[in-house]
């Protein structure tokens, strides 16, 4: 939604992709409101399986918008930056923003509670913390960031199509968080690192490198099911 937002106002009103990243966060906050206060009730696995439902609805909605240039989607999206190099840079700098906001949020009040919700919804709710609130802010929060991603997405490419958002990009997203650990800011960038980088290390076995790939990651699974570089809290250490 992101993506497609930046890349209609920048393409239909001549406006650079900075100047839309207002609307973007307004669009992606509203978003998360509409989509996450329904099914917020849900837990664990559910509420994956249902986010990941509303991904494949958006898309398909985008399919069959005339705004969103259904198949086709949108060309001629302007660049971020004047370089690539550039684009490199900027990348960088936000990812690092998002990086250290992701970890003074976690030592917040606001983090603690996202922490405990995570851990054991019912016991963080008899403590007083209101779940469903703590469950909607993280919703938004990452829907807002989401978009923002989109945006650089768009950026970069120059043009998006509903085949640019498939399933296998949110399930990878998925992988990454897993892998490095759930909850460890660390741990998810070593995981995003890895996922993006292993496919490529084993191109040369063609056909067969996203068996190996798979095969890999169910062997991380078992040996370290909480994730290469698990979180650890204050709480659990003292």
């Known amino acids: 939604m992101g993506a497609y937002t930046s890349g209609i106002l920048a393409t239909r009103f001549d406006l650079p992709l ?20 329904p099914t917020l009730r849900l837990r664990s696995d559910y509420l994956a399986i249902v986010t990941l439902g509303f ?14 240039g259904g198949p086709s989607g949108i060309y001629g999206i302007p660049g971020l930056t ?7 840079f900027v990348t960088v700098v936000i990812v ?5 906001g992701a970890s003074r ?21 008899a403590t007083g913390v209101h779940t469903y609130r703590v469950k909607l802010a ?25 085949n640019s958002f498939t399933f296998l990009y949110s399930a990878t997203v998925l992988m990454a968080v897993v892998l490095g650990g759930m909850g460890s800011v ?16 084993l191109r040369d076995a063609a056909d067969y490198r996203f068996f190996i790939f798979g095969v890999l ?7 370290r099911p909480q994730g290469l570089w698990p979180a650890r809290s204050k709480e659990a250490l003292k």
């Open 96 to 100: 690092a923003i998002a990086v250290i």
């Open 186 to 201: 660390p741990g998810v960038v070593l995981g995003a690192i890895i996922i993006s980088l292993l496919p490529e290390l």
């Open 138 to 162: 993280a919703y938004i929060a990452g829907a807002v960031w989401g978009g923002l991603a989109g945006v650089l997405f768009a950026g970069q490419v120059s043009a998006i199509s509903p």
């Open 18 to 37: 900075v100047a839309t990243v207002p609307a973007v966060i307004v669009v992606t906050v509203i978003a998360g409101v509409i989509i996450g206060a």
């Open 105 to 125: 949020l976690g030592r917040s009040r606001l983090g603690r509670a996202m922490r405990f919700v995570r851990e054991d919804e019912d016991a963080a709710e």
């Open 217 to 223: 990651l169910i062997i991380v699974m078992i040996v």
């Open 55 to 68: 991904g494949e609805i958006i898309r398909i909605t985008a399919n069959n918008l005339p705004v969103t």
């Open 82 to 88: 004047d370089s690539p190099v550039s684009l490199y």
